[in-house]
């Protein structure tokens, strides 16, 4: 069976939405929109990925956030969270954070399309690695936060009987249909995912150079396949509501 997500493609603000965002700042709303667009070339978009990343990282650290190069760390420090997962656009997110504002998930028009995924003991690498393949914000950066899943938010699980003959390879048993508000202060964590290729090279540990030479080795060999994609993941994690947040 199968559980498919919500798919929205990456879209310009509208004129509220620009109105939201104004305080921040405009380069990086440039950025991110350039990106959407594809229409760029590797240069500018390795230009474009490391802009994103260092107003990324600067904004959360300055709301609080504490940097995590290694990923697993997010994994242990929440192994025995029940949280909700979910990828969505960058500047949805760095709103939300910079200015205290909070992030509405809302059902498509049918409303059976899970656009989350739920983390706990049992599913927490499952649910993660799900919603970074589907769901809201760009190809290149990708950007998935876990949550505090709370009264403001409706969760429920896709009903057996609308769910459709599933021949992927992805678990998709923790999908969730969610829609309510998300509070800043109940975003736990955050992790960034972008290409090797792409990541700032100065931000790289010994493993990922090593991963960014196989890489361009592979398309060196092989000019017109195009090789298996590696990514670099980076994490953020905030105190609970309870504890002192900028």
Not at 106 to 128: F, I, P, V
Not at 211 to 219: K, P
Request: charged content about 30%; proline content about 5%.
């Amino acid at each position: 069976m199968t559980f498919q997500f919500e798919t929205v493609q990456p879209k310009k603000p509208t004129s509220k939405e620009n109105c939201a965002l104004q305080n921040i700042d405009p380069e990086f709303l440039q950025a991110i929109e350039q990106l959407n667009d594809g229409h760029v070339n590797k240069q500018e978009k390795e230009k474009l990925i490391a802009e994103v990343f260092y107003t990324l990282k600067d904004t959360l650290l300055q709301t609080g956030a504490q940097y995590i190069e290694d990923v697993n760390e997010i994994y242990k420090k929440f192994r025995n969270d029940t949280l909700i997962v979910r990828k969505d656009d960058p500047e949805r997110l760095l709103k939300a954070l910079a200015q205290k504002e909070n992030i509405v998930i809302q059902r498509n028009d049918s409303g059976e399309y899970e656009n989350c995924a739920l983390w706990n003991t049992h599913t927490n690498a499952q649910a993660l690695r799900l919603a970074m393949t589907e769901g809201r914000g760009g190809r290149e950066l990708t950007i998935t936060f876990g949550f505090e899943k709370t009264p403001q938010l409706h969760v429920k699980k896709k009903t057996m009987d609308n769910v459709t003959p599933d021949y992927s390879t992805i678990d998709r048993s923790s999908a969730r249909i969610v829609d309510g508000c998300i509070h800043p202060e109940d975003i736990r964590f955050v992790v960034l995912r972008m290409p090797v290729s792409y990541f700032p090279e100065s931000e790289m540990n010994d493993k990922e150079i090593e991963d960014l030479e196989e890489y361009q080795d592979s398309l060196a060999e092989h000019p017109h396949q195009i090789p298996q994609p590696r990514y670099v993941f980076r994490g953020f994690t905030f105190p609970s509501k309870n504890e002192k947040r900028v």
